[in-house]
């Protein structure tokens, strides 16, 4: 796989389930990223994780980082369907500051 | 609270055609990009920007494209002889500063169909 492969491709869900989506990496990152993107819209940034961190929370968001498997994986609690999106993670390598993007998980959430 | 805005939203050109996309980067901020999103594909970068130069730029990022910064708020894309596979959308993002945690802000994207 690529670097930044998400699963699952796609994730169907009914309104006040959890969600989770994982995120595999191959190379070194100083930090891995959550972006949200509405259809054909642009990319939402919703939380950054260190490499030396673990998990990180920000509102019904919850990542989770594994250096030793090169993997992260976003919750998202209590989903709405305001949540329904693609979301991507995007790595960021040792010593560059461009972003890495996987293919993204395609979340619908159903009222 | 600041944004990237990018101009136009959609652009529809002729293949052969030379295209400008638009950006205006967060005002403050040092370091620009390009990214594109095949239709259905990845987000991929194209090329980053800062102090005046190209300071990275992916395969993707051949002698079709360039990139400048006319003045002290736009940023631009030229793809110069445009082909049906430049059809994608094009996000331009941008940086404060080159940190170890670059938190880069997009645009809403600039649709790009070349026919």
């Known amino acids: ?111 | 609270e600041p944004e990237v805005t990018q101009t136009p939203s959609h652009q529809v050109t002729q293949m052969g055609q030379e295209v400008i996309l638009r950006c205006v980067p967060i005002s403050n901020h040092l370091y620009f990009y390009w990214y594109r999103q095949i239709l259905g594909q990845k987000v991929e970068f194209l090329v980053s920007f800062y102090n005046n130069e190209i300071s990275e730029k992916s395969e993707i990022f051949d002698d079709q494209f360039s990139v400048e910064r006319p003045d002290g708020s736009n940023f631009t894309l030229k793809i110069r002889s445009t082909k049906l596979e430049d059809s994608a959308m094009y996000f331009c993002a941008s940086s404060e500063e080159w940190s170890e945690d670059p938190e880069a802000f997009f645009g809403q994207g600039t649709r790009l169909t070349v026919v």
């Open chain 1, 1 to 111: 796989s690529q670097q930044g492969e998400e699963d699952p491709q796609a994730l169907s869900i009914q309104e006040g389930e959890n969600a989770t989506m994982n995120c595999s990496y191959k190379t070194s990152i100083n930090n891995l990223q959550w972006y949200r993107q509405n259809s054909g819209r642009g990319l939402v940034h919703l939380i950054l994780i260190r490499s030396n961190e673990r998990e990180k929370h920000s509102g019904r968001l919850r990542v989770t980082l594994d250096t030793s498997k090169k993997s992260s994986s976003l919750l998202i609690t209590a989903s709405r369907a305001a949540d329904t999106a693609s979301y991507f993670c995007a790595t960021a390598e040792s010593g560059y500051s461009t972003l890495t993007f996987g293919k993204g998980t395609m979340l619908l959430v159903s009222p």
